[in-house]
């Protein structure tokens, strides 16, 4: 399905700075019952967010007021495990528009930007800075700027570039997904299947 | 001529076409469905008006929620069952084959497409499960996808991916008496840590990977994903194709002998460059065991958990934090821990090799009262071995039962939970937080590693228990 378009995003943002959180921790599993895509933002996190009574539980940063905004700024190695898009659908469900870390899991990076939430990783250092300046003031803001690649610290100005392949990046600013572009080329697909 | 890698050689004669600074468009050989991760994907292709292109190349089977009893019975769990019946439906709907509950070729996804014989050297296999690696053990380029990629397989047959940078990783030599495919792949996670080969596809090389079964080669391909490769292969060699064939969908007669042919040809050439390679000795390989909550936090079983020296920052945070999740100390040994949970099965360890080696371990032996024991046959097809080797004797002599088969306790998708801060010794693949349950804690082993857990009741070494 065509998502929303993506050009710039300036906002607050929510820090997770655990390294190596799994796509079992982002959704757990036995909340992958559903057939539609709807919801899955209320179990975002399930078993970090709430207790086993289900009450939320005061230490979790989702919990905590003092945090919000639609850029999460997580740890090393994050989504890594296994290929649910549910644990994209459920971040992208709470309200999240883009994820920044230092290091993504493959799967996930590709996992976001086929619905539309814009994965930008930044250096260790510079991610070291982002948490520190969220840790200073819970509402200092960044901006995400597709068309020039760059992720500011607005409050310092202080900048980096992110990479992303032009074609994804065209499909983000567009609200375009790769099956429009691949059945445009249906005869050419036709004619290799027959070669195989 | 340009000397080239077994992976080249399958991902380019598959890309359609390559977008200017961008993907492939990577042709699709076979594609698996499962019923969690398929139905929002038939949703969609319903919104937009359009049908499944090659249903021919797909195949479904229901693993991931099935209870591992009473099988025959309607699903209990209200939500599990909706998905296992639209599963049915869709496959109804668009003429997919439906490897169903109860029918003689269920089981997991990554088991029953090798047994069937689908799985074949050269090919491109994707599925809506990272697991889907495991089948790059017969020379197939085979990894997991999102549920947008699922849909645009069932759509037109590709996908839009950018090739991965490759990576060889060669153990060579002999592996010791107790040592497994198992400790293989947990040894060279906890070299290469969970997230050391992302961006990468790997090539496992070498004579101690030559010497594997097909069986064993699954379980570390299978393993590729823990440590961030999107796949994992291995060139087909005679093993792959005594496997192979005489299985249903395998090439017959004639064109068995032009397929083995063309399947020979399918290796790296000498002298193709990597962009990154490993080098590992199997001497130094000993049974392994995870004492945390990644596939790379893996030790020996008779070491220590390691000590926080040299870890700083965010990092040593969450090494202790993973620590407490599993209730262990740094620096103490993990040899004599109790255990109150075994599992046997999963697509890594759940095939009849298995089943058979932790038969032979425990005959004459019995359980451990202390231990709760889940031993899921990964298939029907293994089910049916089980019983006619009679392995299923062995194991109920000794006090253990075989379960029906499903994914289970490997991601507690179903009943098969593991309670709150219990330990569960298992030979599935991940360790993570919760993934057995919530609160579960669980070490990763070989199916002998486990079987002497089972035994025992506490973490033991197996070479100890001969
Ligand atoms: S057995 Fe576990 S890892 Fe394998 S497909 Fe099932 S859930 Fe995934």
Redesign the pocket.
């Known amino acids: 399905m065509a998502y929303d378009k993506f050009t710039t995003l300036q906002d607050t943002a929510v820090p997770l700075p655990a390294e190596n959180v799994d796509t079992d921790q982002i959704i757990p599993?036995r909340f992958l019952k559903a057939t539609e895509r709807e919801g899955f933002g209320d179990n975002l996190f399930r078993d970090w967010r709430y207790d086993t009574e289900g009450n939320p539980k005061k230490d979790f940063v989702l919990n905590d007021d003092t945090y919000s905004g639609k850029i999460l700024v997580a740890g090393k190695n994050f989504g890594s495990g296994?290929s649910r898009e549910h644990a994209v659908w459920a971040i992208y469900d709470y309200g999240f528009r883009c994820v920044v870390s230092s290091f993504f899991a493959d799967i996930f990076k590709n996992n976001c930007l086929n619905i539309g939430v814009l994965p930008v990783t930044v250096s260790p250092e510079f991610i070291d800075k982002l948490f520190e300046a969220i840790e200073a003031d819970p509402k200092v803001e960044i901006k995400v700027d597709l068309p020039s690649q760059t992720i500011t610290l607005v409050s310092t100005a202080e900048s980096e570039s992110f990479e992303i392949n032009e074609y994804k990046k065209q499909n983000m600013q567009n609200g375009f997904d790769d099956i429009d572009y691949l059945l445009n080329i249906s005869d050419e697909i036709e004619a290799f299947e027959k070669t195989r | 001529m340009e000397k080239t890698t077994l992976f080249d050689k399958v991902w380019d004669s598959h890309v359609v076409r390559s977008v200017p600074s961008g993907p492939d468009v990577f042709f699709i050989d076979k594609h698996f469905i499962?019923e969690v991760t398929s139905p929002v994907a038939f949703l969609n292709l319903e919104k937009r008006g359009i049908g499944v292109k090659y249903p021919e190349r797909t195949i479904a089977t229901p693993?991931?929620n099935v209870p591992t009893i009473d099988q025959d019975q309607t699903i209990k769990d209200k939500l599990s069952r909706m998905q296992v019946e639209k599963l049915r439906n869709n496959c109804d709907k668009y003429g997919i084959e439906l490897h169903d509950l109860g029918s003689a070729h269920h089981g997991?996804?990554?088991v029953i497409g090798p047994e069937l014989g689908v799985t074949q050297p050269g090919m491109t296999i994707v599925c809506g499960?990272?697991?889907t690696s495991?089948h790059g053990a017969f020379g197939a380029i085979a990894f997991g996808i999102g549920t947008s990629e699922v849909e645009m397989v069932l759509a037109t047959q590709c996908i839009m991916q950018s090739k991965p940078k490759k990576m060889r990783i060669s153990v060579e030599g002999k592996l010791s008496k107790g040592v497994t495919s198992k400790d293989i792949i947990l040894y060279i996670i906890s070299k290469i840590s969970a997230a050391g080969a992302t961006g990468y596809f790997v090539e496992y090389a070498g004579s101690a990977i030559r010497s594997l079964s097909m069986e064993a080669r699954m379980t570390i391909c299978?393993m590729s994903i823990e440590m961030g490769a999107r796949g994992g292969l291995i060139a087909p060699d005679q093993t792959t194709f005594d496997y192979l064939k005489g299985k249903q969908y395998a090439p017959k007669g004639a064109d068995w002998e032009s397929a083995v042919a063309k399947w020979q040809e399918l290796k790296t050439d000498e002298g193709a460059e990597f962009d990154k390679e490993y080098h590992f000795d199997a001497e130094d390989i000993e049974p392994m065991i995870t004492y945390g909550t990644n596939p790379g936090m893996g030790i020996k079983v008779k070491d220590r958990i390691p000590t926080t020296d040299g870890m700083e920052g965010s990092n040593k945070k969450s090494y202790l934090k993973s620590l407490e999740y599993m209730g262990f100390n740094p620096g103490e040994p993990v040899l004599g821990k109790k255990v109150d949970f075994v599992f046997v099965?999963?697509?890594?360890n759940?095939r009849i090799e298995d089943i058979r080696s932790v038969a032979q371990f425990v005959k004459g032996k019995k359980k451990a009262d202390n231990i709760t024991a889940w031993i899921v046959p990964?298939s029907r097809e293994v089910e049916k071995l089980a019983h006619e080797e009679g392995l299923v004797q062995i194991l109920e002599d000794a006090g253990f039962k075989l379960r029906q088969p499903?994914?289970?306790a490997?991601?507690a998708?179903n009943d098969d939970k593991i309670p709150a801060g219990k330990y569960a010794v298992s030979t599935?693949?991940?360790n993570f937080e919760g993934r057995q349950g919530p609160g579960a804690r669980t070490m990763l082993a070989s199916p002998l590693t486990v079987a002497a857990v089972a035994v025992t009741g506490e973490i033991t070494d197996p070479r100890e228990v001969f």
């Open positions: 599993a296994s | 499962h693993d991931h997991i996804v990554h499960d990272s697991h495991t299978n099965g999963s697509c890594t759940g990964g499903g994914c289970s490997c991601l998708m599935s693949n991940r």
